[in-house]
C-alpha cells in the first residue's frame, strides 16, 4: 500500500467575478448550489490537491459533497485502487487550502 498526499491553496479573491462558463468547467452543478468565492475557492483547493496525486483526472471526475456534519466528502468518478481517503478544506482571510490523504493499492495510480 501507499500514502499518497495533494494539497493546494488558493486565494480567494480569484473567485469574485469568475465567469459562469469557467465555473461549469469546474464544478458540478451540486458543488455550485452555494457559490461564495470562499467555498468556490475551497472546492477549488480540494479538487486541484486531488489533481496533483492523479494527474489524469478532469475537473468533473472530482465531486465534493458535504456530509450532515459539515465534513467535505470527495467523490471520484474513477477506479484508483483507492483503499480510503480523507479531505479538509480550510480558509483564512484571502486563502482557502485543502489537503487530500489517499491510502492505495500499489500500483494503483
Do not use: Q
Request: some cysteine.
Amino acid at each position: 500500500m501507499e500514502v499518497k498526499v495533494g494539497c493546494d491553496i488558493v486565494e480567494i479573491k480569484r473567485f469574485i467575478k469568475i465567469e459562469e462558463e469557467t465555473l461549469n468547467k469546474i464544478f458540478h452543478k451540486t458543488e455550485l448550489k452555494n457559490p461564495n468565492p470562499e467555498t468556490l475557492a475551497g472546492l477549488f483547493a480540494a479538487k486541484e490537491s486531488c489533481k496533483k496525486v492523479f494527474n489524469n483526472l478532469s475537473w468533473h471526475d472530482i465531486e465534493i459533497k458535504k456530509k450532515r456534519n459539515g465534513k467535505p466528502d470527495l467523490i471520484l468518478k474513477t477506479e484508483k485502487n483507492i483503499i480510503s481517503h480523507d479531505l479538509s478544506i480550510s480558509h483564512d482571510r484571502d486563502y482557502a487550502i485543502a489537503t487530500v490523504v489517499f491510502l492505495i493499492k500499489r500500483g494503483g495510480t
